[in-house]
């Protein structure tokens, strides 16, 4: 309760407090689902900031314990993930990227552990689920029990993961910072294992809160970062693209590493103009430990003409997705054909490169054919890379490989 009364004296403007409860719930279940977006946002507030909050408690108990004999209550409108949202039956931990997985999807990444306590996300970005079309978010309060009967055990279990990430299930977790308290809770489990850390992952600037967190030695910053007409008119609510820069280098004057992941990259008119400009100003204002680059992926032509607006867009990289919907079909790297992402791939390398010849750079999510074209360029083996966000990225630009996982998933087996 002390948690919640601390958000809800954060908030800024008019806001109404109701109570889900045994009686209501169908009818609030609905009406959740019918006050986003609203029609009367000021102009000068970004409109996911309107998006309703729903506080609950991470259902901690287990499996079997499924909702489904509450939907029945409900209108046909609502779905099962509404209610599971809303009563905190939402992913606690999950082993990300494990190798076989990769394998099937030719996808190259790390396995790791991510966490998470908020499902939906604060921003509202256009290529995202949980953005411009998530209908609320879902804040779990019971923060202390998850650090015991979750975290605690998937460190101790797991050896092997010496970084764990806190991004599950969309949320951009830092927005809620100071108040919700999950990075104090979150460094000070951390703390009392040792050379384990865990990330913060972002796309927003809200970072003077950590000046007071004590364990802050224990955490790695990663923003998602891009150009300035994508933050502004395809990310709304995430303020300018310099302004995770900037926030960035307050962190590294607090001592905290930051590494930077162009992710998703959309192409936009102008795309090389407005990305070497971000590029420029992220390696004048900080020193990342690494950069990463992905395209908007995880799409298909169709997605990307629905979600985004065309007319922003590069027309010929547009015209290459349309030309190979039919082949990216199915792929996890999908819109984008493989010779279009190289030749934006090789722009970024090249970018970075003009600015820093020793910042370490990668793709993320990629396929084995773009690390196998991409990897001398990269100045890294695709097997045993640093990446942004990796369970074994430890800070310093160091690869803490262990007897338990000493490959990337590029590798065919979790040797």
């Known amino acids: 309760m002390e948690r919640l009364e601390r958000i809800l004296n954060a908030l800024k403007g008019n ?19 019918n006050l986003y977006p609203s029609g009367e946002v000021p ?15 991470m259902d901690l108990r287990g499996p079997g314990f499924n909702l489904k004999h509450l939907l029945k209550k409900c209108p046909s409108s609502v779905l099962l993930p509404d209610l599971e949202r809303i009563f ?21 990444c790390w396995p790791t552990y991510n966490f998470g306590t908020i499902a939906g996300c604060s921003h509202g970005c256009l290529y995202c689920s949980d953005g411009i079309r998530g209908k609320f978010l879902s804040v779990a309060l019971n923060l202390e029990d998850v650090m015991e009967k979750v975290v605690r055990p998937v460190i101790e279990n797991n050896p092997w993961n010496r970084v764990f990430r ?46 007071n967190l004590k364990h802050r030695d224990r955490l790695i910053g990663v923003w998602s970062v891009s150009c300035e007409t994508m933050a502004e008119k395809i990310e709304s609510g995430t303020g300018k693209a310099t ?19 162009f992710k998703p990259i959309i192409p936009v008119k102008n795309w090389k103009q407005e990305y ?9 204002v900080a020193q990342p430990e690494s950069i990463g680059f992905a395209l908007y992926m995880w799409n298909t032509y169709e997605s990307l003409v629905s979600s985004l607006p065309v007319e922003l867009l590069d027309s010929e990289c547009v015209d290459a997705a349309r030309q190979a919907a039919e082949e990216m079909k199915g792929k996890v790297y999908g819109p984008f054909p493989h010779e279009t992402r190289k030749k934006i791939y090789q722009f970024f390398i090249q970018q ?5 010849k020793d910042v370490l750079l990668y793709v993320s999510t990629e396929s084995r054919e773009m690390w196998d074209e991409l990897k001398d360029n990269l100045g890294q083996d695709p097997n045993v890379y640093i990446c942004g966000c990796g369970s074994l990225a430890i800070p310093g630009r160091k690869l803490a490989a262990n007897p338990g996982l000493r490959y990337s998933t590029y590798h065919p087996t979790p040797i």
């Open 15 to 33: 806001f109404e407090i109701s109570e889900i409860n045994d009686s209501n719930f169908p009818a609030a279940v609905e009406e959740l689902k």
């Open 43 to 57: 102009s000068t507030v970004p409109v996911s900031y309107t998006k309703p909050l729903v506080f609950t408690t």
């Open 352 to 356: 970075a490169r003009q600015h820093s």
């Open 276 to 284: 070497a400009a971000s590029i420029e100003y992220s390696l004048k």
């Open 166 to 211: 806190m991004i599950l299930n969309n949320a951009d977790l830092i927005t809620f910072e100071p108040e919700y308290g999950l990075f104090e809770l979150f460094t000070e489990t951390l703390s009392s294992y040792p050379d384990r850390y865990g990330y913060f992952h972002t796309s927003s600037c809200n970072v003077a809160w950590l000046v």
């Open 88 to 108: 905190g039956h939402f992913p606690r931990a999950i082993d990300q990227h494990p190798h076989t997985r990769d394998q099937e999807n030719n996808c190259v």
């Open 243 to 261: 302004d995770r820069f900037d926030a960035a280098r307050l962190c590294q004057e607090m001592g905290i590493p930051v590494r930077f992941k």
